[in-house]
């Protein structure tokens, strides 16, 4: 049976186009459900409130980095959405007086524009958010050295350093189109007119150039730029599936504003069930030894009609 049309974007993959057996399963979910998705490989986290959210997404940073020696090299990989963790990593590292002499730190994606990453000055600029909301904020002496702070603006050289360097853990949010960095579904067209690529030969993909989805751009026009739409960049250099899974461990964290409802539930079950399907990237993560998707309680919401 043909796969549907896409409602969004009818000349790309997406979550509208998966089974509607799937689709219903994921909206019957409440909270409770979620956290009995939890299996070997893939745990589900529950915080009643959003301080404890984020104090423990930065505690993530904190404890990565303390593994760090000189013969033992470790890096964490970190998004932009969420950022509330990043003024708190700084303040922990701070408080504690933890020297990253050592450590390492990966940002997940940057903007493109005019086939090349946007400079610093750039508004939307992700290594300018992560510089000036956490290392930027870091003791002169503490803070890692420069050239371990690293962002995908050569990707030969940002891919070649997870091999150089051991990446504890890679953080991520999750977009509307169920992405993590700008790993988002691919367009419609070609080969894959009638299917989505096999998981498979989308975990090939490495650090690269791409392009984004249209809810992708809607959304960050929402949550970064107060709904200016044409601000932001139709390219991306991302993070891929190969750098990702040489990651020990995948942390998602789940505020309630970046996602909604429906889509928080639909991309932990299929990766609670095992249902890769490369029109739902997140999905991809179903065949990760070490998955962790954490939620604020209050803004798991419910699905549900209602009209205002």
């Not at 977009?175 to 579904?185: L, M, Y």
Request: net charge negative; proline share 8%.
């Amino acid at each position: 049976m043909a796969r549907p049309i896409s409602k969004v974007a009818p000349a790309w993959w997406d979550y509208t186009t998966l089974e509607p057996d799937v689709l219903a399963d994921a909206a019957r979910l409440n909270a409770d459900d979620l956290v009995g998705l939890s299996r070997e490989g893939f745990e589900v986290v529950l915080y009643d409130t959003l301080e404890e959210l984020y104090c423990a997404e930065a505690l993530e940073y904190v404890q990565a980095w303390q593994q760090a020696t000189p013969d033992n090299p470790v890096g964490i990989c970190g998004p932009i959405g969420p950022t509330e963790q990043l003024p708190l990593v700084a303040q922990i590292v701070n408080s504690l007086e933890l020297d990253l002499g050592n450590a390492h730190f990966w940002g997940m994606d940057e903007w493109i524009e005019d086939d090349k990453p946007v400079p610093n000055d750039h508004p939307l600029s992700f290594a300018k958010a992560d510089m000036e909301l956490c290392f930027n904020r870091i003791r002169p002496g503490l803070c890692m050295p420069r050239e371990n702070i690293h962002f995908p603006t050569d990707l030969q050289a940002y891919s070649k350093s997870y091999d150089d360097v051991r990446c504890v853990l890679m953080q991520g949010g999750q977009g509307e189109v169920k992405h993590w960095a700008f790993n988002d579904p691919p367009r419609r067209e070609g080969a894959y007119l009638d299917q989505p690529p096999a998981p498979e030969e989308y975990r090939k993909l490495a650090t690269r150039i791409t392009d984004l989805h249209p809810m992708t751009i809607i959304q960050n026009a929402r949550t970064s730029g107060g709904g200016y739409v044409s601000q932001v960049p139709i390219c991306a250099a991302t993070v891929g599936p190969v750098e990702t899974w040489k990651a020990d461990c995948v942390s998602i964290w789940h505020p309630g504003h970046h996602d909604n409802p429906f889509g928080m539930r639909l991309s932990a079950l299929m990766i609670s069930k095992k249902l890769a399907d490369t029109a739902v990237p997140m999905s991809l993560l179903a065949d990760h030894p070490h998955v962790r998707f954490n939620y604020y309680r209050g803004g798991i919401g419910t699905v549900e009609v209602e009209i205002h």
